[in-house]
């Protein structure tokens, strides 16, 4: 798989996971006043902030779950567990950009989690989640798109590329993606 340019600043926001969340995904790049934080919030409670409907899952168990540390590992603030998520090939995004999301974070809800084969025959998946921020921040909804690639037989993070953003944020299913486009 060739190395592709990360997406424009405006789709830079994580996930939580992300997802996003990431996620895809809860990572966002928010203009917030600082404040003084009064620690993360609590990951996985009655009311979770994650939403990750079985309909939208992988058939790849590993999968899912690499999908679920990716969201709890957000809502937890957690930006060293995070920056091991990333492949090794790029640098995830900001501590500084990640902490402005996680503090802002009410919800991340995984919309589509799509298979995927590159040209050379490797599969990957693409992470598509829609990140509900608190009303302070601009744009408290955001929509993400991250790639959840195989690296030394570990699922890794990686930026998705900017036709492939294009294409997933044009449909509201999420479609067949495609990376030979």
């Known amino acids: 798989m060739s190395t592709v340019a990360g997406p ?13 969340v990431s996620a895809a995904v809860g990572i966002v790049a928010c203009e917030r006043e600082s404040q003084p934080s009064a ?3 609590a990951a996985l409670t009655e009311k979770s902030p994650i939403d990750f409907p079985m309909e939208v899952q992988a058939d790849d168990p590993a999968v899912n779950q690499f ?17 091991l998520l990333w492949a090794v090939r790029e640098d995830p995004f ?3 950009e990640f902490e402005r999301g996680w503090k802002a974070l009410n919800k ?3 919309i589509a989690l799509q298979k995927m084969k590159t040209k ?9 989640a829609r990140v509900e ?29 900017a036709h492939l953003i294009k294409q997933v944020l044009g449909t509201t299913d999420g479609g067949n993606a495609n990376l030979n486009s």
């Open 108 to 110: 991340v809800r995984v």
């Open 67 to 83: 999908v679920r540390q990716i969201t709890e590992i957000c809502v937890e603030g957690d930006y060293e567990r995070f920056r």
């Open 133 to 161: 921020l608190d009303e302070s921040v601009p744009e408290p909804e955001r929509e993400v798109v991250l790639l959840i690639i195989k690296e030394n037989d570990q699922w890794r993070l990686a930026k998705a590329p």
């Open 120 to 128: 050379t025959g490797e599969y990957l998946y693409y992470l598509h």
């Open 94 to 96: 900001p501590r500084r």
């Open 8 to 20: 424009p600043r405006p789709f830079r926001i994580g996930l939580a996971f992300a997802v996003a």
């Open 39 to 41: 620690g993360p919030p």
